[in-house]
C-alpha cells in the first residue's frame, strides 16, 4: 500500500511557524509574491523560529522575483523554484531533493536505497493523482457538453424554423439562451485547457480586458435588470495571455463582485489597473459588505466557500489562481468587513 503525502497549508506566517511548532515536517514551500510586495520577512521569521527545517521557494517570474530569489538563497532556503511552467513532477523533484541534502548535511550517511524508494513511489503517486484529477476534469467537462450541445441544437432549430412566429420578447429569449450557451461552451473549453498540463504552451495574444469585462457587465445587467449596479471600466487594458482563460478569470471576478453586492441597491464594481512597484496590476474592486482578511489566504482553495447561503461551488477562484499561475502571474486580494473587496493579479510575460 503507497504512502500518501501530508500537506498542511498556512494563509500567514503566524499559522505556518504555529503548524511547526506542533508537527514534525520534512520540508516548507514558501510561496513569495515579489510583485505583490511583503518582502522576505516570513522567510526570516521561519529561519529564526525554526532554523532547521529546509525551506524551499516558489517565487514568480519577473526579474524582481529573481533577485528575491538569490537573497533567499543567501538568507538560508535550500532552493527555489519559477511559477510559470512548473510541473507536478518538478514540484515533487525539488521537495524530495531538499530533504535528501537536508539528511546528508544533518548526517554523513546518504539517505538509504529503501529511502530512495519510498521517495520515488511517493513521488509516483503524486503524479498518479494529479493525471486522476486531469481525467475527472476532462470526464466532467464531456458530461456537460452533452445537455449543453442538445440546447444549442434545439436552439439553432428554433431560430431556423420558428423565429419568425416568435413576437419581440421571443426573439429576445432566444437570443440570450443562444448567448449564455455560447458563454458556457467557452468555459468547458477552457476547463479542458487547464486539464491538459502545465507543459502545454499558453496561447499568447493581445487581450482586450476592458471589452470582456463590460461585455460581461452588459449581459449579467441582462440577467438581472432590476439590479441597480455601476459598473466602472477603465479604457484600453490590454495584456498579453491566453483569451479563453483571461475570459474565464474577468467572468469569475466580475461574476464575485456582482454576487457579493447583491445585497445593495446601487452597487458599484471598478475594473483597472494600476502600477505597483513598476509592475501593471489589474483588479476589480467592488462596495460589497467586504470579507475578513483572516480569509485571504483560504479564498483560492477549492470548495471555500465564505457564505454558505451563496450558491455556486467555491470552485472559481481556485480556477482563477490556476490560470494566473500558469500565466507567470499572481493573485491576492484585500479587503476588510463593512469596506468592499478587491481582488488584483498579474501576469508573467
Not at 473549453?189 to 491538459?196: D, I, K, Q
Not at 494600476?274 to 501593471?280: A, I, Q, S, T, Y
Request: charged fraction near 25%; glycine fraction near 10%.
Amino acid at each position: 500500500m503507497e504512502e500518501v503525502f501530508t500537506v498542511e497549508t498556512a494563509a500567514t506566517v503566524d499559522e505556518g511557524i504555529d503548524a511547526l511548532s506542533r508537527s514534525s515536517f520534512d520540508v516548507v514551500l514558501l510561496e513569495v509574491c515579489s510583485r505583490a510586495g511583503g518582502g522576505l520577512e516570513p522567510l526570516r521569521r521561519l529561519r529564526v523560529e525554526q532554523p532547521d527545517i529546509p525551506v524551499v521557494l516558489l517565487n514568480d517570474m519577473s526579474d524582481a522575483g529573481d533577485r528575491v530569489a538569490l537573497q533567499a538563497i543567501g538568507l538560508g532556503a535550500q532552493d527555489y523554484l519559477q511559477g510559470d511552467g512548473l510541473t507536478t513532477s518538478g514540484l515533487s523533484r525539488a521537495l524530495l531533493h531538499t530533504v535528501a541534502r537536508s539528511l546528508a548535511a544533518r548526517n554523513p550517511k546518504p539517505p538509504s536505497h529503501a529511502w530512495w524508494t519510498k521517495m520515488a513511489r511517493r513521488q509516483r503517486h503524486l503524479e498518479r493523482m494529479n493525471k486522476e484529477l486531469e481525467a475527472f476534469n476532462h470526464s466532467l467537462a464531456h458530461d456537460l457538453r452533452g445537455p449543453l450541445c442538445t440546447l444549442i441544437g434545439m436552439s439553432e432549430i428554433l431560430s431556423d424554423e420558428c423565429l419568425q412566429h416568435l413576437d419581440a420578447n421571443g426573439r429576445y429569449y432566444l437570443e440570450r439562451i443562444c448567448k449564455v450557451a455560447s458563454s458556457m461552451e467557452r468555459v468547458i473549453e477552457g476547463m479542458v485547457e487547464l486539464t491538459r498540463g502545465y507543459e502545454k504552451a499558453l496561447q499568447r495574444r493581445r487581450v482586450n480586458l476592458s471589452a470582456l469585462v463590460r461585455d460581461i457587465c452588459e449581459e449579467r445587467s441582462h440577467e438581472e435588470p432590476h439590479r441597480g449596479v455601476t459598473c466602472l471600466v477603465e479604457d484600453g487594458v490590454e495584456v498579453l495571455g491566453d483569451p479563453r482563460m483571461l475570459e474565464i478569470v474577468v467572468d469569475n471576478l466580475v461574476g464575485n463582485a456582482w454576487k457579493f453586492t447583491a445585497s445593495s441597491s446601487s452597487a458599484r464594481i471598478e475594473f483597472g489597473r494600476k502600477r505597483l512597484d513598476g509592475v501593471d496590476v489589474i483588479f476589480v474592486r467592488d462596495d460589497g459588505p467586504g470579507f475578513d482578511p483572516s480569509v485571504a489566504g483560504s479564498l483560492f482553495k477549492p470548495f471555500f466557500k465564505m457564505n454558505e447561503g451563496m450558491h455556486g461551488l467555491g470552485v472559481g477562484l481556485s480556477i482563477v489562481h490556476r490560470i494566473i499561475s500558469r500565466h507567470g502571474g499572481k493573485l491576492w486580494a484585500e479587503s476588510s468587513p463593512g469596506n468592499g473587496a478587491s481582488f488584483y493579479f498579474t501576469l508573467g510575460g
